[in-house]
């Protein structure tokens, strides 16, 4: 079979956080996704998806007049080769940005089409699902006040969530969410890379007495993996890191220098299924757990699960905790009573609901 259309369709979706939206540039942030749509000569449809939010003009770009013109004709079932020929064409015009991101979509669509030829899912086409369901955490939005970090975390709760992340600055914060949950429930704060290491240090005097199951990305900028490892080594709170990688080559280092306790790779970011199947080995040889980076609703959220199946231990899955009325894979991607169910039809196992992207699409 060969590639015959390639196509990057972005969909933005109305969706509540339980606060207000958050903002980018002064405009309220949409829940934007940018699917990636490649057909076969023999009719056979893969689905990927792109990181997306802000950036997905940008990645929409790099996909149709950098990859699309670079696949057409090209045989899909080679993933390994043609991502690799690919990655060495375009490294000049960026080896991270949208160029990987664009790259990361494709990889997924071309998992999918392996898996719907074959008729198996991803999860098996990887040596097979230890797990049907896995255990959800609610990563909830940066709010920034106490009252809505305590309002989310209670509906959290309430929903059957098994864990909660924070998304704000300060130990407050922290401690609200504690007088709602107690501190037998694991408890997590990403602060997106803000602090020096002094400002980590002196953060994490402040953090201590909540117990939290980690503290994401607390350096800026985040490839200083010897300050993150120099943080590491305080063993205040455990660290958790990697969604901001560009390469496997940033993961070996990071490894290497001992700066993470839970490594983050992420699907639709790191250059799809294939790179991140390479760092979940890696990892496995440093035994550093992967805890993956998956707020978004896409494939990309399916293909997480897929690959988390397959690890040994059933491990926490990261959503997004925004309520949408539509959304294009419907059930597929809804938690219920605190699990998600691993798909097991061909491939992702589901594809976008066609009546919601043409509902949603946007120009």
């Known amino acids: ?16 956080i339980g606060g207000p939206k958050p903002m980018f540039a002064g405009i309220p942030r949409m829940m934007d996704i ?13 689905w990927g998806e792109a990181f997306g939010l802000s950036i997905w003009p940008a990645t929409r770009q790099a996909f149709e007049y950098l990859v699309t013109p670079l696949i057409l004709g090209k045989d899909e079932k080679d993933i390994a080769n043609l991502m690799m020929n690919l990655q060495k064409q375009l490294h000049i015009l960026g080896r991270s940005g949208a160029v990987t991101y664009a790259l990361s979509g494709l ?7 392996a898996g719907k030829a074959s008729q198996q ?37 309430s929903q059957g969530f098994s864990a909660i992340k924070l998304h704000e600055l300060g130990a407050e914060h922290v401690q609200a969410a504690r007088k709602v949950m107690g501190m037998d429930v694991p408890l997590m704060m990403d602060v997106n890379c803000p602090w020096s290491f002094e400002q980590t240090q002196n953060m994490l005097d402040q953090l201590e007495p909540y117990q939290l199951l980690w503290l994401e990305e607390p350096i800026w900028p985040p490839e200083d993996f010897t300050s993150l490892s120099q943080v590491r080594k ?28 839970f490594a983050q790779p992420s699907v639709t970011k790191i250059g799809g299924i294939t790179e991140m199947m390479k760092i979940i080995q ?6 550093i757990p992967v805890m993956p980076h998956s707020p978004y609703f896409g494939p990309g959220f399916l293909a ?7 690890f040994k231990e059933p491990t926490m899955i990261e959503y997004s905790f925004a309520e949408m009325a539509d959304n294009p894979l419907g059930d597929a991607i809804l938690m219920k009573n605190g699990l998600l169910k691993i798909p097991t039809g061909p491939g992702l196992g589901y594809d976008p609901d066609l009546d919601i ?7």
């Open 304 to 310: 997480t699960l897929h690959m988390t199946a397959c």
């Open 234 to 261: 305080l063993k205040k709170t455990p660290i958790a890191a990697g969604e901001n990688n560009i390469s496997t080559h940033h993961f070996s280092e990071m490894l290497r220098q001992g700066a993470v306790d």
């Open 34 to 46: 940018l699917l990636i749509r490649i057909e076969t000569d023999a009719g056979l449809v893969g």
């Open 107 to 113: 990889d997924i669509a071309l998992w999918d089409l």
């Open 357 to 363: 992207i043409e509902k949603f699409r946007v120009p």
């Open 121 to 157: 899912s991803i999860s098996e086409l990887l040596g097979g699902s230890r797990h049907a369901t896995l255990p959800a955490y609610a990563s909830l939005m940066r709010y920034g006040t106490t009252d809505l970090v305590q309002r989310n975390t209670d509906r959290a709760l």
């Open 1 to 16: 079979m060969t590639i015959v259309q390639a196509q990057a369709i972005p969909i933005r979706l109305p969706f509540e």
């Open 282 to 287: 890696m990892c496995n040889e440093y035994s």
